[in-house]
């Protein structure tokens, strides 16, 4: 009891402290290897197959009786540190080993105090607002009795059209390792054994961002050099930085699902990569392997599963009923059990859960503190990419005394939270509309009509009002954009226009001839063309969190300057996608100056000389490109210089550049060194980001940067499945986005 008491004390004290950077800890101790396998030579069968069966805490009386029995290893989504610990005390003292429950949630960008969404957040190229996030979330999180949490989301995608989209952090394997590293970092702190830390959940391995059609659940067909070159990548990362648990996908991959694919499960990770951690299915993963068609009852699917190597079944509970009966008939080994109970107990004792298994409730003091919201809103500053900026709209100039504030997200504190929300308060979100009121002070008059009630709403009965009011004001500013519903798991479009009748809203602002200013809330690229023409300026704020109103204000009125940039191609036209800026360059490259369809001529004949890998309708480029964002201020980019310009395998590129601030306003840029493998025994991408860093620079300053690029950064998986760098000429580019740049070239020697 005195234990207990003294551990919630110290907790507290803890909570107390500011977020602070920390590395995960994990090397295998022998300690804890010898206290896994006493306790596994005291297990029985049922009771190591408990461990692999984990629950939801929906059917509150089963999970009880099941954990009695010893019969469960964790549970999913108590968010009462009560409720938690009546569970835990019958784990702990009415079970046979008294073996304690971990208590998983998914805690995705945030627990009370929203962070942007993770697209948002990759697009402030700033690894340390994805860690000082997760770092929150995770203090919030545990103190309502949370230990493990299922995120970082580190798949890439291509495809808007797929809602989760929204969870990753885009395209870009370097970025999206990463953003996915810091994460973790963030959630499990500097020991996992720290009642503030919760165990982090790399997913979806793997492949899952590649869904066919952006269709969620789909197929998917990664070749393996595919795989490890671009998909695998950011797994690897998390794996080496510790993630203590990975998730598997729903996808098949060329026809295996993915939580019963043993090249996945086995030879990459565990015999590639040493993983030592914890591998869960996703969400009845495994019982749905009966109807992809891969297994013919439960009992088969359950046998694969195991077999590949997923350590633990998420709710379909077909390990607890039928492995007991596969081990009789000797089709799963008693090692393949054991090693799966050994990485589970693993976990628990590295979380500490032996010696603490019960959670003090602290939820009031942890949520919601002061200085979360403030960390939540300096990552919403961050997060907004400024795509348009006409006559120097934006900031809001002193000679605007009037604002029509309008859209139907101007003031909807639910929908700016963005998807993957399960216990953020709307009460909490401060809206643009809040916001800019109180900015706006007595100066300002700030008119307000919503002219719409939600992204969806086909109504344009509120129109005539808002042009009236438009009419009196100096500026307009209007939120579209989509609902927090509109993205996420299962929520997939096919269209990716705005949503109801908000581009017609914005069409009629324009009439009027008033400065249009578009801020944009989504949850992933939008097919914005239209807009972004009638609008004089346009921010894509993502969903930018409960501090998302305060960020704008500060942005639109130029108190902070814009910084982030596209994690992620935006497309012009649906029928573009995937469109990605890493892509292979095929034989027939475009130029940009094909005939298309307003200037091939009536009746021309049909031929393909000269013809390029194009649209005839939408050409060959996006409406913006990866890495893209303006400031309120410019940036120039001169003197490039490499350190040679021949480079064996074991040296570092050093490459220098002066980055120049040409404008009137301090700002921060975004800095991208891009490479090309120009020829290597299979194609490579015509550009990929090697590193990237944000400098703040003052108003007409210049800064001499100097960045290094290790040439084995240059490794990938060649023609004979080798990770290794081939010998021949590259090129190299340093700009502020994957389009434009200073070029240089080098030659890499045997
Ligand atoms: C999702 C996972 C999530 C799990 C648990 C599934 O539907 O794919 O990402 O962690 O549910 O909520």
Redesign the pocket.
């Known amino acids: 009891m005195f234990r207990h008491i003294l551990y919630y004390v110290t907790s507290v004290f803890l909570l107390l402290h500011p977020y602070v950077c920390y590395s995960t800890d994990y090397k295998p101790d022998k300690e804890t290897e010898k206290r896994i396998e006493a306790l596994l030579g005291k297990m029985t069968l049922e009771e190591k197959i408990g461990q692999m069966n984990q629950l939801h805490c929906e059917n509150f009386p089963y999970l009880k009786t099941e954990t009695r029995k010893g019969r469960v290893g964790s549970v999913?989504?108590i968010t009462d540190p009560n409720i938690f610990n009546e569970v835990q005390r019958i784990a702990v003292e009415d079970s046979r080993l008294g073996i304690p429950l971990i208590n998983?949630?998914?805690v995705?960008h945030g627990f009370k105090t929203i962070f942007p969404i993770p697209l948002g957040q990759a697009a402030s190229f700033n690894p340390e607002i994805a860690e000082t996030g997760a770092r929150i979330a995770a203090t919030e999180a545990s103190a309502a009795g949370i230990r493990w949490t299922?995120?970082p989301?580190i798949d890439i995608t291509h495809d808007p059209r797929w809602g989760?989209i929204a969870?990753g952090f885009g395209e870009d394997p370097l970025l999206v390792s990463q953003m996915g590293v810091a994460a973790i970092k963030g959630f499990q702190g500097s020991s996992l054994n720290h009642p503030t830390s919760i165990a982090a959940?790399a997913?979806?391995f793997a492949g899952?961002g590649a869904s066919e059609g952006g269709r969620d659940y789909n197929s998917t067909y990664i070749t393996e050099r595919q795989f490890r070159n671009l998909y695998l990548r950011p797994f690897e990362a998390a794996v080496n930085a510790g993630a203590a648990t990975l998730?598997t996908?729903?996808n098949d991959n060329d026809g295996i699902p993915s939580s019963a694919n043993p090249f996945l499960l086995k030879d990459v990770l565990r015999n590639e990569w040493n993983y030592r951690g914890t591998v869960v299915s996703?969400?009845?993963?495994v019982s749905e392997m009966i109807r992809h068609g891969f297994c013919e009852d439960e009992k088969e699917a359950a046998l694969k599963a195991t077999n590949a190597g997923t350590d633990i079944e998420?709710v379909s509970e077909t390990y607890i009923k039928h492995l007991p009966q596969l081990i009789k008939e000797g089709k799963v080994s008693m090692e393949t059990i054991d090693n799966a109970v050994r990485n589970i107990l693993r976990l628990k004792f590295r979380l500490g859960l032996f010696e603490h298994p019960y959670i003090a409730d602290q939820r009031k003091e942890t949520f919601y503190r002061p200085d979360f919201l403030e960390a939540a809103q300096t990552a919403a500053e961050q997060s907004a990419v400024l795509l348009k900026n006409e006559r120097g709209t934006l900031p809001i100039q002193s000679n605007i005394k009037t604002i029509l504030v309008t859209g139907p997200l101007a003031d909807a504190p639910h929908e700016q939270l963005g998807t993957?929300v399960f216990d953020g308060d709307a009460s909490y979100s401060q809206t643009p509309l809040q916001a800019l009121r109180r900015i706006s002070g007595d100066s300002i008059k700030v008119l307000y009509a919503p002219g719409l009630n939600y992204s969806r709403d086909t109504a344009t009965s509120q129109f005539n009002k808002v042009v009236e009011l438009a009419r009196e004001a100096d500026l307009i500013l209007a939120f579209v954009g989509e609902e927090a519903i509109l993205s996420g798991?299962?929520h997939c479009l096919a269209n990716l226009n705005l949503q109801g009748a908000q581009s017609r809203l914005l069409h009629r602002l324009s009439e009027t001839g008033k400065p249009l200013v578009t801020v944009v809330m989504a949850g992933r690229p939008l097919t914005i063309g239209r807009e972004v023409n009638i609008s004089d300026a346009l921010l894509y704020a993502f969903h930018p969190g409960t501090m998302g109103g305060p960020a704008l204000a500060n942005l639109l009125f130029g108190k902070v300057v814009p910084s982030g940039k596209l994690p992620v191609t935006f497309p012009k036209e649906t029928g573009q996608i995937p469109i990605y800026y890493n892509h292979t360059s095929t034989g027939r490259p475009a130029s940009g100056s094909e005939k298309n369809i307003f200037t091939i001529p009536v009746g021309a004949e049909q031929t393909s000389l000269g013809n390029t890998s194009f649209y005839l309708d939408a050409g060959k480029d996006p409406l913006f490109p990866f890495g893209y964002g303006l400031s309120y201020t410019t940036f120039a980019y001169s003197n490039l210089q490499l350190s040679s310009t021949q480079y064996t395998r074991n040296e570092v590129i050093i490459i220098t550049f002066d980055l120049t601030n040409t404008g009137k306003t301090d700002g921060t840029e975004i800095a991208q060194l891009y490479f090309r493998d120009l020829a290597a025994s299979v194609t490579r991408p015509v550009k990929e980001l090697a590193a990237f860093e944000r400098i703040h620079l003052k108003a007409g300053e210049t800064r001499h940067i100097r960045m290094e690029l290790p040439v084995k950064q240059l490794s990938f998986w060649n023609y004979a499945m080798d990770y290794c760098v081939e010998p021949g000429k590259f090129d190299l580019w340093i700009g502020g986005n994957s389009r434009k740049g200073l070029k240089a070239t080098f030659n890499i020697t045997q």
């Open positions: 999913m989504s998983a949630r998914d995705i299922f995120a989301m989760r969870e959940c997913k979806h899952y998730m996908a729903f996703d969400w009845a993963s998420m993957w798991e299962a």
